[in-house]
């Protein structure tokens, strides 16, 4: 993903528009196993918080099923360029028909709402 100019905002677009074309790619193709994963990794915090890498992901169609953080060790031969302190792994996954609905229901902004509304459809049979 583009490093030069993090903070000026045709670098914001053009970063957005890699992984909105990555996540399509993965949710409308057969890239992805049944069960398979993606994982991005990325630093937290400003600039990159303004990516909006799971709200991209969600429109895309996809959810994540976890959020670690990022364990060079685990990658044989990565070396650090701006250093990995902050990083984050999220795994991604394709949405299942039953999310479905909650995935194209815009957000009304009321997370109190939200909230009451997901444990009201936990609580189903």
Do not use: M
Request: proline fraction near 6%; glycine fraction near 8%.
């Amino acid at each position: 993903v583009c490093a030069k100019g993090l903070r000026k905002p045709s670098a914001l677009l053009e970063n957005q528009a890699l992984l909105r074309r990555l996540f399509s790619n993965v949710s409308s193709g057969d890239l992805l196993r049944s069960g398979g994963e993606l994982h991005v990794t990325l630093h937290r915090g400003p600039p990159y918080d303004a990516w909006n890498v799971v709200t991209l992901a969600k429109l895309a169609g996809l959810c994540v099923r976890a959020c670690t953080p990022f364990d060079p060790a685990a990658f044989a031969g990565y070396t650090e360029d701006v250093g990995s302190a902050g990083a984050h792994t999220f795994a991604f996954v394709k949405v299942g028909p039953r999310q479905e609905a909650l995935v194209a229901r815009p957000f009304n902004g009321n997370a109190k709402e939200a909230k009451k509304q997901r444990s009201k459809k936990s609580r189903r049979p």
